[in-house]
């Protein structure tokens, strides 16, 4: 059985997340997309070499100006050491991986893959210049290093930006093949949809199970389990995923057997729900690879660290913001000369309540409004109250809310430790009554300034995905996730998505 998908069909099935777009024939558009996808490598690997040797450069012109200078205890110039180490840099880059597709615009593997290599490689150079007993100058060093995994970070960022809109428009997205039981093609299809920029498109489905409309969760059932390979090949699919069946293992390898040579990936889903990549390790025993999952830390020196980086971040953040805070103050003052700031109970970790601090961005006495509110036909989502329209905000408060200027104040509960800079949402008392087994385990972690739910829509997410995030984040925080938080918080803030 061969069936094609027909991928306006689908994109009609879930208009919100897959846009229909003109295919020509599955081999052809395949072709097409490993072209597109060669020439995006391609070019972010130049891109990559031009930030590398202007951080080399300028680390050169920092340090010698426009002097001739050598290697102390050498004749090489540093006009060729800054060439050399270009061209190394960028080779480091390319064989520790940081342009593999699998990686590219994928979690932080890319970016810890390119800061590792940065790492491995001025490494060599000092074991190689202390071999040969050559002597770099230090200032060199110390500036090309930071600046140059600085401009590398840049660089794949905005690339990722652009990858992710190419996958979005279709353009370097995947067609999936999914095979199994239809419960976890769901989850498939779910995941894969509610983040289309990760590039996957499940299309059609190979699955021993019929449903009656010969759907499932909107897509054709195309084949059945033991075609799937067939029809993978004849349909000219990028990838079959398997996703759990009940012909047991040795069906899966007949099928990668059967998909050996031909364009066609392989990936296998283990059957786990929000657990990132670095929680994740393989073990082969007898052949059998075993998944450890790591368990989430919530104390130790992954925990000294976070508490370190929020001081460290905080203190400056709050001296640069001091002339904002002031000239809101006015502003507050001058509107309806009311209190400036707005404090709430909330709760942090381990259910220790705390008062939060805002800049009132509403009229004063709006909490006892609240009830009459929540009866109205307004959009609030289970325990969390939201209505994009609240009367009760004042027009200083809209515009404090519209860039989050009402939050920042928070940054004074983080010194206090009541909070972190990154954590999950911080509840209120009666949303916290209300929560079942699984969602307390939002308050193992001190709640953030920030989080997943500030960079994915805020007022606009509904309070099952609210939750989703809080859970994620609980489950698996890092140091450098957090960074990478506080960094697409300032996009967030700018784009105002879910800000009333």
Known sequence: MSTSVDPHRVAESHPSTLRPVPQPRPEVASRARTDRLRRFRVGLFLTDFVMVAVALASAQFFRFGAEAAQVAGSEIRYASLTLALAVGWSIALLLRGAYRPDVLGHGSKEFVITITATVQLFALVALLSYALRYQLARGYVLVALPLGILLLMLSHWLWRRRLVRLRRDGELSVRVLAVGDSLHIAQL????????????????????????????????????????????????????????????????????????????????????????????????????????????????????????????????????????????????????????????????????????????????????????????????????????DD?????????????????????????????????????????????????????????????????????????????????????????????????RTVGAVVQGRGAY
């Open 189 to 388: 299809i779910e995941a894969t949809d509610r983040e289309p920029g990760a590039g996957f498109r499940v299309e059609g489905i190979c699955s021993d199970e019929s449903p009656g409309d010969g759907q499932v969760h909107g897509r054709p059932v195309v084949g059945r389990e033991l075609q799937a390979a067939t029809v993978a090949i004849e349909g000219g699919y990028d990838l079959v995923a398997w996703a759990g069946s009940r012909s047991g293992p040795e069906a899966l390898k007949r099928l990668g057997w059967a998909l050996e040579g031909t364009r066609t990936g392989l990936v296998v889903l283990p059957g786990l729900i929000d657990i990132a990549g670095p929680r994740l390790s393989a073990t082969p025993v007898s052949g059998l690879p075993l998944l450890y999952v790591e368990r989430p830390t919530f104390s130790g020196p992954k925990l000294v660290a976070k508490v370190a980086m929020d001081y460290l971040l905080t203190i400056p953040m709050l001296l640069l913001l001091l002339p904002v805070w002031a000239l809101t103050a006015v502003a507050i003052w001058v509107d309806d000369r009311g209190p400036l700031f707005y404090r709430q109970e909330r709760i942090g970790q381990n259910g220790r309540p705390f008062r939060i601090w805002k800049f009132r961005s509403m009229r004063v006495g709006a909490d006892s409004e609240e009830l009459d509110l929540r009866e109205g036909e307004h959009d609030g989502s289970g325990l969390l109250f939201k209505d994009r």
């Open 391 to 487: 009367p009760r905000v004042t027009r200083v408060g809209r515009l404090l809310r519209r860039f989050s200027i009402d939050e920042t104040p928070q940054l004074i509960n983080v010194l206090r430790g009541d909070m972190s800079l990154v954590g999950p949402r911080p509840p209120l008392p009666h949303e916290v009554a209300g929560y079942e087994n699984d969602v307390r385990r939002r308050l193992l972690v001190r709640p953030g300034a920030t989080g997943l739910w500030q960079i994915n829509g805020r007022s606009d997410l509904s309070w099952q995905e609210s939750v989703r995030l809080d859970l994620y984040y609980v489950e698996n925080w890092s140091v450098l996730g957090d960074l990478v938080i506080l960094g």
